[in-house]
């Protein structure tokens, strides 16, 4: 390797270099090939602007002939770090006459040029963020869920992208506070969060069906406002996703099955919400429902096992005339509830719309829509029933009547 020359430009003289004149100057010479001459001019300019940008005081400018090794990969390797702001469009080449042996090629960078597209990407960045933001906030409103979600993760790498670039400039120039990115995306998140922490998802324990090499079920998604649409539903086998398919306008998604494996008499799959992981885990939904299914090889008969012998906790996060017509409900069906935290765990949940309010001896009797579901480590029952009662408990214990098996 021999050096032709070695320069060296005090920190504040390259500030002068690049914004006095506005160019960015720098000549590659090589006695390979034109195409390495034309290399190191390029990777030049970049040095000359990583240095600018760095805590170093001083720059060193190197015009290289690299003999029968080229090292240029390893001795410009910071142009890896700044491609994607000082894209090559903004590099002009120019192929110099031969010296002797020696190929050469000057490269020059127009910094204004650079600031300028800079400042009009960032700009477009700034408003693409803010429609991602207004649609995200939109979908809320009309709880869709996976559209808000969608909106949020597609704004997210963008407000990285923008503060990169606000970050060179900053290095660059001396920033005005009207060009800093302002968004609301964080408050989106949040509200996301929030509705989330409401979703309940169940299996319906009646549409299960199983035979030889098939098997088909519903699972019902809903909210505190009843049953959602457009929410992907993910089922996995291990690490293997076996089906996806999104709600329907009544919050079931149907899957039918015919590709999975049978290890002895249970088949176990994994309902998640295919949205973010991120999403999953603040929101408590990252673990999903866990089906496990029992099934004789030899006779088509199935069913979700239950353990009547046992004694369960129920967790029922509602007032309490919906919790003790749950509780009824359940011991009916042969289930042991007692008061004892420690004990394996029975969620209930529900979600609820008002389909009609008729008034009969001048008493309002409303009639409710109701998705109701049931599970814990070992069942998952869901429902979706319609009754009529004086109040929402009233309705719902009514609702329950309705239900013959708990299977």
């Known amino acids: 390797m021999k050096f032709i020359f070695v320069f060296i430009l005090p920190f504040f003289g390259l500030i002068n270099l ?9 000549v590659g010479s090589s006695t390979i090939s034109q195409e390495e001459a034309n290399n190191i001019a390029i990777a030049g300019i970049a040095k000359q602007i990583v240095a600018n940008v760095s805590t170093s005081e001083q720059m060193i400018a190197e015009d290289i002939t690299r003999g029968n090794k080229s090292e240029s990969q390893e001795k410009y390797s910071a142009i890896q770090n700044i491609q ?12 110099l006459p031969k010296s002797g042996s020696e190929f050469k090629a000057r490269a020059i960078l127009n910094m204004d040029e650079v600031e300028s597209a800079m400042l009009l990407r960032m700009q477009e960045l700034q408003e693409e963020i803010s429609i991602h933001e207004s649609k995200g906030m939109e979908a809320l409103k009309i709880r869709n869920y996976k559209k808000s979600s969608d909106e949020l993760m597609t ?30 995306l964080h408050e989106l998140e949040e509200q996301l969060i929030s509705k989330l922490n409401f979703v309940k998802v169940g299996i319906d324990s009646s549409s299960l069906k199983y035979s030889e090499g098939f098997f088909s079920f519903d699972v019902n998604v809903f909210d505190d406002l009843g049953p ?6 993910k089922i996995l086998q291990g690490s293997k996703i076996l089906m996806n398919r999104q709600t329907q306008q009544d919050g079931v998604a ?5 590709k999975f494996s049978k290890k002895g008499n249970t088949l176990s799959l994994l309902c998640l919400l295919d949205l973010p992981e991120g999403l999953l885990k ?3 939904l990252n673990q999903g429902i866990r089906l496990t299914y029992e099934y004789k090889k030899k006779e088509n ?5 239950t353990k009547n012998e046992e004694s369960f906790f129920l967790i029922c996060p509602y007032h309490d005339g919906i919790c003790k017509a749950t509780s009824n409900f359940l011991r009916k069906h042969g289930i042991s509830l007692e008061n004892d935290s420690s004990l394996k765990k029975i969620h209930f949940s529900y979600g609820k719309s008002i389909q009609r309010t008729i008034k009969s001896a001048g008493v309002d009797i409303i009639t409710y829509d109701f998705s109701l579901c049931l599970n814990n480590e070992i069942f998952s029952f869901c429902k979706n029933l319609t009754a009529a009662g004086k109040s929402e408990a009233d309705a719902l214990e009514k609702a329950l009547k309705k239900i013959k098996k708990l299977e």
């Open 301 to 305: 008969q199935s069913g979700v096992a």
């Open 18 to 26: 690049a914004f006095a004149s506005n160019i960015v100057k720098y």
């Open 254 to 258: 149907h899957f039918e099955l015919n």
């Open 84 to 95: 994607s702001e000082l894209s090559l469009k903004w590099i002009r080449l120019e192929v």
């Open 228 to 233: 959602l649409s457009g929410l992907p539903i």
């Open 155 to 184: 704004a997210i790498p963008k407000v990285f992208i923008y503060n990169e670039m606000l970050d060179v400039l900053s290095k660059l120039k001396p920033i005005k506070s009207s060009i800093k990115l302002n968004h609301r």
């Open 282 to 284: 603040k929101s408590g």
